[in-house]
């Protein structure tokens, strides 16, 4: 079953919220990094300007996976628990971090 537009905009406005708070301190401590003054005004109006482009980009990416996602024919899909099953997202760290 597709996962319903408004679900698709609910997580990703949860995703990118979560991280709201840890930004917005690496916002105000590395913003003197380029000169700019280190205040709570430039750091939250960052944020907010980097957070806005999060939630665009999460929404359309997940709408474009799940357009993708369900137009596969089911025998290519692979869901979570077959990857667990097999040991294919191990694999697939392994080969990531180099160690396969």
């Given amino acids: 079953m597709s996962q319903s537009r408004l679900h698709s905009f609910v997580e990703a406005n949860l995703n990118t919220f979560a991280g709201f708070g840890i930004s917005w301190c690496l916002s105000y401590w590395v913003v003197p990094l380029w000169g700019l003054p280190q ?3 430039v750091a ?5 300007l ?3 482009v999060s939630l ?3 929404y359309l990416l997940r709408r474009l996976f799940n357009r993708f996602y369900f137009a596969w024919p089911a025998r290519v899909r692979v ?3 077959q990857i667990a099953q ?4 191990l ?3 392994a080969a ?3 160690g396969a």
Avoid: E, M, Q
Avoid at 44 to 48: D, F, Y
């Fill in 86 to 89: 097999t040991g294919l997202g």
């Fill in 44 to 48: 939250t109006k960052i944020t907010l």
């Fill in 79 to 81: 869901s979570p628990s």
């Fill in 50 to 52: 980097f957070t806005a």
């Fill in 96 to 98: 990531l971090l180099g």
């Fill in 91 to 93: 694999t697939l760290l």
């Fill in 56 to 58: 665009v980009r999460n």
């Fill in 39 to 41: 205040s709570p005004s």
